[in-house]
Structure formats: structure tokens, C-alpha cells
């Protein structure tokens, strides 16, 4: 017989046979359970009532949704970036009182976490004396992500646990894990198939109230501190050091956990919200809680968009390259089967190759079972001809980079399909508009422009040309969330967002070398502000004879901004066939090391060649100068492209930068960082670069921001 104790808006209290009461987290009409001021005063109230309830045995903690508990509410984190301290120390003590009470209930406490339970959700499992975990379920720290730490016990309650090393990793790391991993972890007790979770968690408290587990003894180990290995910090400060430059919350949470590991669990808790309250309020922290939440409205408008489109159910692929064979595969992979065509026999091997490839490396990981690897293999027709591309719903075409022979594959591949069939190009420097210009249904052509490597890269951009309709765009959304990618619209324009602004910072960087700065200390400067790879080394890897077409395209497109009237530093270097790691030189000079990875070393011959592109000779040029015009440029760029229209906002444009390029995280993306430093002082650094020319003149809209004091962001709020 079931009563009910307790019924609120975010859980109700189910007093159950035998004495045993359940605590079910179900949030009144939002999508998943979080962890706010709300959720605590209903906590505080059915813990309160327990602490006196007549005959209670053992407590059942679970959710009555799909997962257990998303941690604490990502729009009061952004709301905590303006609090005072005060109510910050306040919040969190009472949040980690509020926590600590479930643990210190006169009876044993099981969880069940169904589907996830992350950040302060996985704070709240770990004060029950016994977790069991979906075996889909997933657990984890995100916090170190949002540039902060856990803050109700996570650092404290996790090394008392486990142990200080899977704290470290774990929290530090900010992943989240699957279950097998969780249970070898020691972060749960057991798991099991989703219908069997409930039964196995009142066996452990079954087992508890018969005093077969001293559970009571397992709660007082864990109020002192714990053993740490010292080599573990050192590995882990290492780590974070390569991760997560400039982000300060990876290194905080290791110097927390080592200065709490002698201290009882309360002092540690209240060093613990110290250090939270310390990290909250951090541009770091503000950017990366902001883009989260930024991420999530596009999600959702992507999310919208696709709601009206087709469903895609088949793929069509021309072109059996490294690229085509990665869509091929990127699109097998998430069950929508591939016809994929090429005029070569070579390159359909080539291309199915690719895909054996990395469905191979997915079995050698132990992700994938052999057999579904070749269920996926078998669901990629290679082909010859157009055989059944009647059937399909969206075409992607990636053949060589040749307008002419773009217009022609598509004027034949029209005549193959049904109408309304979408039309993808994969084009990266081609206008949509020119592609569809030789086809009888233009408005059914659409360009994803997808990254390489297709399956590591999450962003595809979606382009929308001059007569594409809205259906043929939605469906390429869809089609890219399908395949678990983030799509983002775009206009028609050359180098469509991302290569354009990044055609803008390599500007930037060729103007830097002829005025005579080190390539070398211009990649230690960006590198240091967060950038994975500074831009010399970046064009080695992409290499410098592809970067130059690029740039040469965009020169023509953009000649007042990305014009150059001089030879450049890169065409210096791939006019000597120094094209960089293909060619075992470019900035650098590569040679391949003991596992034929290319291992980078300096090269005198590069500042004599560069010497030439340089009129006034070497000079050293500062760091704030360097990080100033490389970032300026971008800023300027992405300003001028937000005035354009090419991308609808600066949440767009910044989160297309982030996934596309890898511009750190911790600055949010450039029109997150530019409002940071101040549209005012933005132009005044403008004024400063002005006898530069075009590259460092604003546009409109940033003259307008500066006017009225505005922000890229300015309608922004989660
Ligand atoms: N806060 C607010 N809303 C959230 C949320 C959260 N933590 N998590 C999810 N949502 C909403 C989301 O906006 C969307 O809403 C819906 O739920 C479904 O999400 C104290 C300080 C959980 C893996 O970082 O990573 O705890 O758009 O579309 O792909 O120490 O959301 O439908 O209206 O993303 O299945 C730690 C953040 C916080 C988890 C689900 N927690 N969330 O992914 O669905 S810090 C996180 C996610 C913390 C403590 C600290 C993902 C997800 P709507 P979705 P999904």
C-alpha cells in the first residue's frame, strides 16, 4: 500500500510497505529535474518530516522522469554572476546543508539514477548511502566546463568515496561517465537494466536494515579527510595546464581537493563554497555559463526549424573522398542507410575504405559491436550510377572544388531525383547561387558545409542561397541534427561564415609578419590567450597552398578588407613548396617520430625566406599588439558579417566559431569577447589600426553599439 506524505511542485514523499519511504524528484511541467532554491525548500520540508516518521525503515531516492537530476539550474548560475558574495556563501551552505541531511537521516538511504545524473544531481546521489545506475545511465562533473566547481559537496563527498585520484579525474576532467566505468569508479554500488533498478536498490537497503552492511560505519569514514598520492596532482595539474589554458577553474579544483584531503568533511564543505564563490563570478566562468545557455536557445531554434521539414530517412552522396566517405559514414552511423556514387571505382573504394576505417577504430574501442559495424559497412551502397536515387531525401555532393564540374554533376543529378529532393553541396569556397545557376529547381539547392574530419567535427553550416526554399533548409537542419551534428544557417556569401572570419584573422596574421613581427612569438601570444594552435602552426596543419586559394578567393570576394597588394608570407612559403606538414615544412620544419606522428622543430631557412615579404626588416612587435590585431580583425569581421545578415546573431556567429574553429571556449566566441572589452574601446583600437586599412574599419553596427552603449548580446538572457 502506497501513501502519499508529501506532494510539491518539484518531488513527493511515498510512504511504502515495510517502512520504507520513497523521495520521487518529478519537476511540475519542465522537461528535467533541476537543482534550485525550490527543489531545497521542498527537500528540507519531507527530510524534516522524516527525521520524526513512526516506524521508517530505509529511504528510496529516485525520479519519476526520464533522468535523475541535470544539477543546478543553469539560469541561476547566470543569474549568481551578480550576486554579492554574501548570498552567495548563503545559498550554497544552505544547498550543502540541505544535502548533507539526506546522508545523516537515522536510516539507510538507496538512489536510484535513472537515465543521468550530473554536476549537483550527482551531488545529491552521493549523500545516499547506496547508488545504482541505468545501465544507460550516465553520471559526471560538468562544472569545471561552466569555469567553475561543484559547490554542494561534489569536491568533498567524491575523494572520501572513491578516492582522491578518481576525484581528481573526474572533477577535474569534467566528463561524464558510463555506468561500467561509474561502478569500477566506486562512484556507484551497482547497475542494471532500467526496469530492474528499483528492486536492486530496495535490495541494498534491504540488506542494510538487516545489518548486513555497516552503513552507519561507512558514514563516518567519510567525515574525515582522505590518502592522496602525490604523483596524481602532479599528472593532473599537467593535464589541465595542456586542457584548459587560462581557464582557472580545472586548476582551482585540484589545489582545493589537495589543501582539503586532511580536513574533516564540514571544513572541506566550507572551503568548498569558498572556492565557488571565488570561481563563479569570473569572465571565464561568465562566458562559458552564458554560451552554455546560448547553446541551448540555438539547440532549441534548430530544434524548431527541423519540426517543419521532411524526415530524412535515406542519403544520397557524390563523391567518394575523404569528405564524401565521412558523410557517408557520419550518416550510416545514426541508421540513415547511404547511396553513395562516384565515377572511379578507385574512389568508391577510397571512400568505403574511410568508412571501414572508422567504424573499425569504434570496434577497437569496444563502442561498437563487430556485427552492427558490419550491419552499418552494409547499409553504404558504393555505386557507379544513379541507381534508386529516386528513393532518397537529401544528396550531398562532394566532388572536386570546380564550379563547372559542380554544375554539371548537379544538372545530372536533378534529372535523377524526385522533385523536392533536397540538393546539398558540401562547396566550401563556391557561391550556392553559381552551383544552383545550370538547375531547373534551384530553390531545391542547399549548401552543408561540413569540417574535416567530418565525424570529430560537430558544426555544419547550412547555407541558404538566393532562391533556396524554406523546406530545403529545414530539412538540411534536420538532416545535421540527425546526424548529430549542430547546425547553423547561413548566408550565401564567399567563404560563408567561419572561413570568412577566419580569412579576416589570417589577414591579420599575414599584415603582422610583413610589418615584422616573429611567426613564432605570434603563436605563443595566441596560444597563451587559449587558442588550441597558434596561426602559424594552424596553416602548416591545414596546409599553406590550400590556405592560400582560400585566401585569394576571399581577397577577390572581400578586396577592401582581405585584400593584399604584396606577396604574403604564405605564398613566399608554398612558392618553395613548403606547404607544411604534408610537405615536411611550412612555418615549420616536421619530421615524423617513432610512431610516424609529424614532430615539429624550428627552422632558420623560414625567417630568411620570410625576410623577403618583410620591407621594413624584423621588429619586434608587442603581445598586446599581436593579440590586439589578430583578435580586432576577427571581431571586426564577424561585426560586419552580423550587419550582413550572414549569420542571424552573435550567439550564432560565436557558437559557429567555438565548434568550427576552436576558438577557446573561456572567451565565449569573438562577439562574446567584444563585449567584454567594450564596443568604445573596441573603436578606439580601431582608430589605432586605422592606417591599415579596411580590415580594421568598423562596421555599422558596431558604431551603433558604441553610440548607445550596447552589446552584441544585448537582448540576451537565458
Ligand atoms: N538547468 C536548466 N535547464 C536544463 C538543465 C540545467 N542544468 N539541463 C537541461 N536543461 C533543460 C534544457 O535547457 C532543455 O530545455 C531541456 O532541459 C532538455 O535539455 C551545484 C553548480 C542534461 C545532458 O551542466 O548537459 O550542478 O530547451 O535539450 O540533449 O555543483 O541538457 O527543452 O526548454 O539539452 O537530452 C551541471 C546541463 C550544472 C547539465 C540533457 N549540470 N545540461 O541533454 O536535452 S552546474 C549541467 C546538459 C551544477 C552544482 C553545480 C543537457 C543534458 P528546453 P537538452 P539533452
Not at 528510496?60 to 543553469?74: H, P, T, V
Not at 548560475?77 to 554574501?86: A, D, G, H, I, K
Not at 566528463?175 to 532500467?194: F, I, N, R, S, W
Not at 530544434?303 to 563523391?319: D, I, K, P, Y
Request: proline share 4%.
Amino acid at each position: 500500500m502506497t501513501t502519499e506524505l508529501y506532494s510539491g511542485d518539484c518531488l513527493q514523499a511515498l510512504a511504502l510497505d515495510h517502512g520504507i519511504v520513497e523521495i520521487r524528484l518529478d519537476r511540475n511541467n519542465e522537461p528535467v529535474n533541476k537543482l534550485d532554491a525550490r527543489l531545497l525548500r521542498e527537500l528540507d520540508l519531507v527530510l524534516e518530516q522524516l527525521r520524526t516518521h513512526p516506524g521508517l525503515r530505509g529511504v528510496l531516492l529516485g525520479s519519476a522522469k526520464d533522468a535523475f537530476l541535470a544539477g543546478a539550474d543553469i539560469a541561476v548560475l547566470w543569474s549568481m554572476l551578480e550576486w554579492p558574495r554574501q548570498q552567495l556563501l548563503e545559498f550554497c551552505g544552505g544547498m550543502q546543508r540541505s544535502l548533507t541531511a539526506i546522508g545523516e537521516l537515522p536510516v539507510p538511504v538507496a538512489c536510484i539514477i535513472n537515465g543521468y545524473a550530473l554536476g549537483g544531481g550527482l551531488e545529491v546521489a552521493l549523500c545516499a548511502d547506496y547508488r545504482v545506475l541505468a545501465a544507460d545511465g550516465q553520471v559526471g562533473f560538468p562544472e569545471v566546463g561552466l569555469g567553475i566547481l561543484p559547490g554542494a559537496g561534489g569536491t568533498v563527498r567524491t575523494p572520501r568515496l572513491a578516492n582522491g585520484t578518481t576525484a581528481l579525474e573526474w572533477i577535474a576532467g569534467a566528463h561524464t561517465y558510463k555506468a561500467a566505468a561509474a561502478l569500477k569508479a566506486g562512484m556507484v554500488d551497482a547497475v542494471g537494466e532500467p526496469p530492474q533498478l528499483r528492486s536492486l536498490a530496495l535490495d541494498w537497503l534491504g540488506r542494510a536494515i538487516a545489518g548486513e552492511h555497516d552503513w552507519k560505519g561507512m558514514r563516518e569514514q567519510r567525515t574525515s579527510g582522505f590518502a592522496t598520492d602525490e604523483a596524481a596532482f602532479t599528472a593532473a595539474r599537467e593535464q589541465a595546464r595542456k586542457a584548459s589554458r587560462n581557464q582557472p577553474a580545472a586548476l582551482a579544483v585540484i589545489d582545493l581537493l589537495q589543501d582539503c584531503s586532511s580536513l574533516s568533511r564540514d571544513a572541506a564543505l566550507a572551503r568548498e563554497v569558498q572556492a565557488f564563490a571565488g570561481l563563479i563570478q569570473t569572465p571565464a566562468a561568465r562566458a562559458l555559463v552564458g554560451t552554455f545557455l546560448a547553446s541551448q536557445q540555438l539547440k532549441k531554434k534548430n530544434r524548431n526549424q527541423a519540426a517543419s521539414s521532411r524526415r530524412v530517412q535515406r542519403v544520397g552522396v557524390l563523391g567518394a573522398g575523404i569528405m564524401g566517405g565521412g558523410i557517408a559514414y557520419a550518416s550510416a552511423v545514426k541508421g540513415m542507410p547511404v547511396l553513395l556514387k562516384d565515377v572511379a571505382q578507385k574512389a568508391l573504394d577510397l571512400g568505403t575504405g574511410e568508412a571501414r576505417k572508422l567504424l573499425g577504430k569504434q570496434v577497437d574501442s569496444g563502442r561498437l559491436q563487430p556485427e552492427r559495424a558490419e550491419a552499418i559497412l552494409a547499409s553504404i551502397s558504393p555505386q557507379l550510377d544513379f541507381r534508386s536515387f529516386e528513393t532518397v531525401d537529401v544528396v550531398v555532393e562532394a566532388v572536386v572544388e570546380d564550379l563547372r564540374v559542380k554544375q554539371a554533376v548537379f544538372a545530372e543529378l536533378e534529372a535523377q531525383v524526385l522533385p523536392g529532393t533536397v540538393l546539398a553541396s558540401n562547396t566550401s569556397s563556391l557561391l550556392i547561387r553559381d552551383i544552383a545557376a545550370k538547375v531547373q529547381r534551384p530553390e531545391d539547392v542547399v549548401g552543408m558545409h561540413f569540417f574535416n574530419p567530418v565525424p570529430l567535427m560537430p558544426l555544419v553550416e547550412i547555407v541558404r542561397g538566393e532562391k533556396t526554399r524554406e523546406e530545403a533548409v529545414a530539412t538540411a537542419v534536420s538532416y545535421a541534427i540527425a546526424m548529430g551534428k549542430t547546425p547553423l544557417v547561413v548566408k550565401d556569401c564567399a567563404g560563408f561564415l567561419i572561413n570568412r572570419l577566419l580569412g579576416a584573422y589570417f589577414t591579420a596574421f599575414i599584415l603582422l609578419i610583413r610589418d615584422g613581427a616573429d611567426f613564432v612569438e605570434i603563436d605563443r601570444v595566441m596560444e597563451s590567450w587559449g587558442w588550441p594552435m597558434g596561426p602559424s602552426y594552424l596553416l602548416d596543419v591545414a596546409g599553406l597552398d590550400t590556405l592560400d586559394k582560400a585566401l585569394v578567393i576571399l581577397g577577390k570576394a572581400y578586396p577592401e578588407v582581405m585584400g593584399t597588394a604584396f606577396e604574403t608570407a604564405i605564398q613566399k612559403l608554398a612558392g618553395q613548396k613548403r606547404y607544411g606538414q604534408k610537405t615536411g615544412a611550412g612555418f615549420f620544419r616536421y619530421e615524423a617520430d617513432a610512431k610516424g606522428r609529424p614532430r615539429r622543430s624550428g627552422d632558420p631557412q623560414t625567417y630568411e625566406l620570410l625576410a623577403t615579404v618583410q620591407p621594413q626588416g624584423p621588429r619586434a612587435i608587442g603581445d598586446e599588439e599581436i593579440l590586439d590585431r589578430m583578435m580586432l580583425a576577427m571581431i571586426l569581421e564577424a561585426g560586419r558579417c552580423l550587419d550582413e545578415q550572414v549569420a542571424d546573431s552573435a550567439l550564432e556567429i560565436d557558437a559557429g566559431m567555438r565548434l568550427g574553429t576552436g576558438f577557446p571556449v573561456h572567451h565565449g566566441g569573438p562577439l562574446w569577447y567584444a563585449d567584454a572589452v567594450g564596443a568604445t574601446m573596441l573603436l578606439q583600437r580601431c582608430e589605432r589600426y586605422r592606417a591599415l586599412g579596411g580590415l580594421y574599419t568598423a562596421g555599422l553596427g558596431l558604431h551603433n553599439l558604441a553610440a548607445r552603449n550596447g552589446k552584441f548580446y544585448g537582448s540576451f538572457a537565458p
